[in-house]
Nanobody, 121 residues
């Protein structure tokens, strides 16, 4: 069983930065972040293979967001820079322990409770 606890959301002005963190218990092969804004579909943002460290980013965040892990602490981070109004959403940490792709299309079985990120002008 994998448990995920997010932290680090908040409010920031456009152009600012925030870092989200996700503390994990249990084994995960892939971890990542999804987000969902009101009235919009859930979007896969960034993902990492916990073993190889390979990463995947949505086009909308490439060059602005960085996913990383602290293996010793079983913690996932999402550094978000140059935030835009359209980045406003609830961000969810997710994980799976299947030996398959880490792309957002994978079956992410484990989810955190979500943390709100609000970007204002």
């Amino acid at each position: 069983q994998v448990q995920l606890v997010e932290s680090g959301g908040g409010s920031v002005q456009a152009g600012g930065s925030l870092t989200l963190s996700c503390a994990r218990s249990g084994y995960a092969y892939c971890m990542g972040w999804f987000r969902q804004a009101p009235g919009k579909e859930r979007e896969g943002v960034a993902f990492i293979n916990t073993g190889s460290g390979s990463t995947y980013y949505a086009d909308s965040v490439k060059g602005r967001f960085t996913i990383s892990q602290d293996s010793a602490k079983n913690t996932l981070h999402l550094q978000m820079n140059s935030l835009k109004l359209e980045d406003t959403a609830t961000y969810y940490c997710a994980a799976h322990n299947l030996w398959s792709t880490c792309a957002p299309q994978s079956e992410y079985k484990y989810w955190g409770q979500g943390t709100q990120v609000t970007v204002s002008s």
